[in-house]
C-alpha cells in the first residue's frame, strides 16, 4: 500500500469515529427512532473496504459509506486553496524559525510568531465543492456491478468557515459557527434528485454534525425559515513557536 494510500484510509477512519462519537438523534433529520437505532448499527459494523483503491471506502452488511471531503474555500484541480496555502504557511513559519534558531547564540531562548490571513470563503464555494464531490462520486456508484441497498455519502468540510443564521418569525435568531446544510433549502433540492440511491448523507466537522435522510428531504424543506443567512468568518491563523539552541557538550 502507498503512503498517500494509508494517509487517506487513516482520514477515512478517523472522520466514521468522529461521526461515531458525536452522532445524536437531535442532529438527524427526517428519521424515526428505528431508522437512527439502525443507522447506529450500521457505524458500528462499517470496516475499511479491503480494497482501498475502489468505490467505496466502506463498507456494512449491504451497505457502503462513501467518504470525501468539502470546503468553502476556492477550488482548483489541486485542491483546496485554504488547505494548500494552511500548509504552505505551516511550512515556512518553521523553517524561518529553525533559521532563526541556527542564527543565535548558543543557550539562548527563541520564540516566533507568524500570522496571515484566511483565504476568501464563501457560500458558494461550498456549495459548489458540495455538488461537484456528490456527481464525481456518484458516477463511482453508477460503475458498481452490484448496487448495495444503503448507501450513506460522508461529507467532511474541513475549514469551518462559515457560519449560519436561522431566523424564525418572533423567535430570535440561531447562530451557527460552521455551514448548516440542514437549512440549505437550494441545495437539499438538488440534492433529493440522488434519492433513489443515497439513503442518508453526514455532513461533519469538529463543530457539528448533521445526518439527513434523503426520501424525507421534501419534508425536512418545509419546515426551514426563509430568512437564512450564510457569512465568512474572519480571521487570521498562527503559529507561535518557541525554542531553545543548547551548546554542544563533548561527549
Known amino acids: 500500500m502507498s503512503k498517500n494510500q494509508e494517509n487517506q484510509d487513516n ?10 462519537r458525536k452522532l445524536n438523534k437531535n442532529d438527524c433529520f427526517g428519521m424515526s427512532n428505528q431508522q437512527y437505532n439502525e443507522l447506529q448499527k450500521w457505524l458500528k459494523d462499517a470496516k475499511p473496504n479491503h480494497n482501498s483503491n475502489k468505490f467505496p471506502d ?3 452488511e449491504d451497505g457502503f459509506i462513501e467518504h470525501f471531503k468539502v470546503t468553502s474555500s ?23 524559525f529553525l533559521s532563526n534558531l541556527d542564527s543565535r ?19 458558494l464555494n461550498i456549495v459548489n465543492s458540495i455538488k461537484k464531490n456528490w456527481e464525481k462520486h456518484i458516477e463511482s456508484y453508477d460503475k458498481q456491478t452490484s448496487p448495495s441497498k ?6 467532511e468540510y474541513i475549514d469551518i468557515n462559515i457560519q449560519t443564521a436561522i431566523n424564525r418569525e418572533n423567535e430570535p435568531a440561531e447562530c451557527y459557527c460552521s455551514y448548516r446544510i440542514s437549512a440549505d433549502r437550494y441545495l ?3 440534492i ?39 457569512a465568512p468568518i474572519e480571521g487570521i491563523l498562527s503559529h507561535n513557536i518557541l525554542g531553545y539552541k543548547t551548546k554542544k557538550r563533548d561527549i
Open 11 to 20: 482520514e477515512e477512519q478517523k472522520c466514521l469515529d468522529l461521526v461515531k
Open 58 to 60: 466502506i463498507t456494512f
Open 74 to 96: 476556492a477550488e482548483d484541480k489541486k485542491g483546496s486553496k485554504q488547505k494548500r496555502e494552511s500548509s504552505n504557511f505551516e511550512r515556512y513559519s518553521k523553517n524561518t
Open 105 to 123: 547564540e548558543e543557550d539562548m531562548l527563541v520564540s516566533n510568531s507568524f500570522f496571515r490571513e484566511f483565504e476568501e470563503h464563501t457560500y
Open 150 to 155: 444503503h448507501g450513506i455519502f460522508l461529507l
Open 188 to 190: 437539499l433540492e438538488w
Open 192 to 230: 433529493h434528485r440522488f434519492k433513489e440511491k443515497i439513503e442518508y448523507l453526514i455532513l461533519i466537522n469538529p463543530l457539528s454534525i448533521e445526518v439527513i435522510r434523503l426520501d424525507q428531504i421534501l419534508n425536512i424543506i418545509e419546515s426551514i425559515p426563509r430568512v437564512v443567512t450564510y
